[in-house]
């Protein structure tokens, strides 16, 4: 059975840091690009951040950049996003996900974790 379980979210003040951990089943894991996305209150879900299999690629959102950190344990399946200088438009649900075959494309989606800065 497919199995992705954030955990790590929280309710903090603006400037502070969050890390959020993803473990996956290790059918799912094994091999694969993950990534974190986010969806705020009324906004459509958008992409945060995406971490290769190795870990030697990462990519991010402009919003994020210079204070995000994805990262990966392997041995643990289980991927992270260090969260720093938090500001209350970061907040959102935080989901991450299991890119398919098709770069680009996610095929498996946690159920997601709650990120809430307030100002």
């Known amino acids: 059975q497919v199995q992705l379980v954030e955990s790590g979210g929280g309710l903090v003040q603006a400037g502070a840091s969050l890390r959020l951990s993803c473990a996956a089943s290790?059918?799912?894991?094994?091999?694969?690009?993950m990534g974190w996305f986010r969806q705020a209150p009324g906004k459509e879900r958008e992409f945060v951040a995406r971490i290769n299999w190795s870990g030697g690629i990462t990519a991010y959102a402009d919003s994020v950049k210079g204070r995000f950190t994805i990262s990966r344990d392997n041995a643990k399946n289980t991927i992270y996003l260090q969260m720093t200088s938090l500001k209350p438009e970061d907040t959102a649900v935080y989901f991450c996900a299991v890119e398919g075959p098709l770069a680009g494309h996610y095929d498996y989606w946690g159920q997601g974790t709650q990120v809430t800065v307030s100002s």
């Open positions: 290790e059918r799912i894991f094994s091999r694969a690009a």
